[in-house]
């Protein structure tokens, strides 16, 4: 495929057809992503491709307390799990909220499950004494998840970026005999897509690049 069709129309795909996404596809896939940039070339990143069905279980199951809060400030018109807005939800709220199993369990039936750590030893976190949340790290380690995608677009297959496994970090490490340096940065399901989509929607180039300032003059293209 052409880059631009590729990065036009590579989406979060959630939901697979039963068709198996080989070793040798998926090794091809990582093949490709594999050059992906990172901090000092430093490649501080570790992929658990999870098979065992024992273990994509136990995963859904440590989502669970994190999702429904998830699913519980979206139902109050909160942007869930942000940093700066002060949650109005209580205990009870994330008690009923819906079971995230309904939602996120078609995840965890991908025909190909990737479990992608970070090694923290090697990532520079110059945020890191900021007081706010860091998001320097993940510089180091989304530009390889993202050449997932891409790459897996480009064989005809889809997946989505989900970081909600970091909610139970310590219990997936141990799940995984993963040190707890190796920050879980993503789980990503791959597979054949039940439906590809091809024209996405997103905001124009002039509605989030400004010139000299946050509030300068639009960027304007040809």
Do not use: C
């Amino acid at each position: 495929m052409e880059l631009a069709e590729v990065m036009r129309t590579t989406f979060a795909a959630r939901e697979f057809t039963d068709e198996p996404l080989s070793d040798d596809t998926l090794y091809r896939i990582l093949e490709n992503a594999r050059f992906a940039p990172s901090g000092g070339n430093r490649q501080g990143w570790k992929i658990i491709v999870v098979k065992n069905q024992e273990s994509r279980q136990r995963l859904l199951e440590l989502i669970i307390p994190t999702m429904k809060r998830y699913l519980a400030q979206r139902a109050l018109g909160e942007n869930p799990w942000n940093t700066i807005d002060p949650s109005k939800v209580t205990d009870a709220d994330i008690a009923k909220a819906p079971d995230p199993t309904d939602f996120f369990g078609p995840i965890f039936k991908a025909p190909a499950l990737l479990m992608v750590f970070v090694d923290l030893r090697f990532v520079a976190s110059f945020d890191h004494s900021l007081d706010r949340v860091g998001v320097i790290s993940g510089a180091s380690i989304y530009p390889l998840v993202w050449n997932i995608l891409l790459s897996a677009r480009n064989e005809g297959y889809g997946g989505t970026i989900t970081t909600f496994t970091a909610g139970a970090e310590p219990e997936v490490q141990k799940l995984f005999g993963v040190p707890s340096y190796m920050a879980a940065a993503a789980l990503v399901p791959l597979g054949r897509p039940v439906k590809q989509l091809t024209k996405l929607s997103r905001k124009p180039v002039e509605e989030f690049t400004t010139i000299d300032a946050l509030d300068g003059p639009a960027l304007k293209g040809d």
